[in-house]
């Protein structure tokens, strides 16, 4: 096939910019001050653990070099998260009731901890690979923290299937807890204008690493291992490692409560009203886990995808220094689905309204992430999934 010809790559050039400055005119997420704070954006970390540096130096580095120069850095990012994703649903698959019946294969399991592993590896490189490709942006730092935040859904949900936890309070706080530390990082950044991913030298790493483990020891000690009584205790093994992880997390949580709201010149009546949407869903979510389920896992699944919505909102508006919404629309059905689900008023018609409410949020998720990344790289001028031209080899062309 030939080449095309300079009038129609013209032509061609002529269209992307007219579709970019029509999405630019149609904005319905992103304010266009919004758009502007976001390119002048700069990401500050915070510091990195002993365990960071090392995998950084000994693995993350050198494996950024053998990714081909046309694979764009967000398409790193996604094929980590779909891969964890696939593995998570796979032990559902396995185990539909979080593991009540039966537990998952050794395989599986190990194929669920490999997901992991491989997500955390793809989600570091990524931005090596921006900065290899000349393709960093501030919207490669929101879809990268827009990933980790949907990926928390599944790593708890792949935790909670291999521990054999069975759908109840136990598994949706375990779920709300690691949901609930990612969004404070995110509201830390909003105030404090510093992502902070680690506590006293335990962060992100760690906790992926410490699920990543927990994951492998059935392949060990067998798939009833989270089964075992501890011994002059009415408790179990999956108990024990549950409440460790739940611990964790709100401690962690607890710290980063306690610096946010003792940083200098925060205002703390804003940074408290900021935390009343998640509260009110996690109180919502875990009286509704109290009531019986016909498909535990798409009630997870819809509980973490509502979660996920309202930290991807809290994601963009500590970037773009937007106010966050008080108000969103997918908690809007849940305390009636509650209401409806605790007085047994519609048995009948239950599933279908819980299968209603899933796709509700999956629909809200990607309208909400389809609209605001069309609407950056249309102001940005540059690609979401793609490696972006720079400019003098665009006019080369």
Known sequence: MSAPTAKARTTIDEEEQDRRLAISYSRLVMTRQALLNLANYKYKSGEYTPIDTFLNDKLWVPATEYLPMWLAPNAVTLIGWLCQALAALTSCWFAPEFGRDNGVPWYVCIYVAFSFFFYQTMDA??????????NSSPLGQMFDHGCDCMSTIFTTIGMCTVMRFNFGFRTTILIFSAQVIFFLGQWSEFNTHQFTHQINGFGVTEAQLMTIGIILLPVL????????????TPFNLGHFFGTLAIGVCWAQAGFGIHKVLTTKDVDVKHALKQLMPIGFLTL????WSWTPQNHPVITALALGTAFSNMTLRMIVSAMTHMEYPLLQRSFYPLPVLFTVNFLNLAPDHMDIM??????????????????????????LEINCLTITPKKEEAKKN
């Not at 490189?125 to 000349?134: F, H, L, S």
């Open 221 to 232: 000690f067998g798939s009833d291992f989270y089964r075992y009584a501890i011994p002059g």
């Open 284 to 287: 919502t979510g875990l009286a």
């Open 125 to 134: 490189m990524d931005g090596k690979q921006a900065r290899r490709t000349g």
């Open 354 to 379: 819980v299968g209603g409410y899933f796709a509700f949020v999956v629909y809200d998720c990607y309208l909400y992430i389809t609209q605001t990344i069309e609407e950056i790289c249309a102001h």
